[in-house]
């Protein structure tokens, strides 16, 4: 079974921190691997997506690696704000055509002001 | 706004009621895909469909019964549900099966009395 591990599963910070979020997987077979924002009641939105090729990715504030060889990968946040406030799931496929996504459970941050 | 439209957003149904939530998409994909997702769990996925046709089923109970009419839209047909059957119930889609990133709706809040 493939597991995927994000930690710390809940964080509160006050608004202008630097944050790290953590995802770890036992698959040794990553292809892709996303980080997604879900806010409380909603669906998923893809923030980064690390194509198979790529270490890193960056959208604004937001910056994503992955290190396959460890295992692990890190959503980096910076100068957050309260809007961040979300769950933040990280979610890898196989490179496979069926399309399964293994997703954790997410890390649940609250910025306040 | 979500480009993954889901209705409807909110469902109350008793365990001998038939009801369906529908899904729609105008993005040209031609996967789908249905999710549950429980309260601070992640997105298990239940259904795949690849033009039109079913391609994984999740070993799901046949009181879930899906159908993808046509290339933008897929329903998911309820009969009979449990209690344990409340989720949040999240359709999404991607240009083909096992392209990423997969684009999520909104979800339908299922509530089984």
């Known amino acids: 079974k493939q597991e995927v591990t994000q930690i710390p599963a809940a964080l509160s910070v006050p608004e202008g921190e630097n944050l790290v979020l953590n995802c770890s997987f036992t698959d040794s077979a990553i292809y892709n691997l996303q980080w997604f924002r879900q806010d409380p009641g909603k669906g998923l939105t893809s923030l980064l997506l690390?194509?198979?090729?790529?270490r890193e990715q960056t959208s604004g504030r937001l910056n994503a690696s992955l290190d396959k060889s460890s295992g692990r990968s890190t959503l980096y946040i910076a100068a957050s704000q309260p809007g961040d406030s979300a769950t933040y799931l990280c979610?890898?496929?196989?490179?496979?055509?069926?399309?399964?996504?293994?997703f954790g459970r997410g890390t649940q941050l609250t910025v306040w002001p | 706004d979500t480009e993954v439209t889901q209705t409807p957003k909110h469902l109350v149904m008793g365990m001998t009621n038939k009801k369906s939530l529908k899904c729609e998409q105008h993005?040209?994909?031609?996967?789908m895909y249905w999710y549950k997702q429980k309260a601070k769990k992640p997105p298990e996925l239940m259904f795949v469909y690849s033009y039109e046709k079913l391609s994984i089923n999740e070993s799901v109970p046949s009181r879930f019964s899906p159908e993808c009419p046509n290339s933008s839209l897929l329903n998911l047909h309820l009969h009979a549900l449990q209690p344990e059957d409340s989720a949040l119930y999240l359709c999404?889609?991607?240009?083909?099966?096992?392209?990423?990133?997969?684009?999520f709706g909104d979800g339908t809040r299922l509530s089984i009395l």
């Open positions: 979610a890898h496929d196989r490179g496979s055509t069926l399309g399964r996504l293994y």
């Open positions: 993005m040209g994909h031609r996967a």
């Open positions: 690390i194509q198979s090729s790529q």
């Open positions: 999404a889609s991607s240009q083909e099966q096992g392209s990423q990133p997969q684009h």
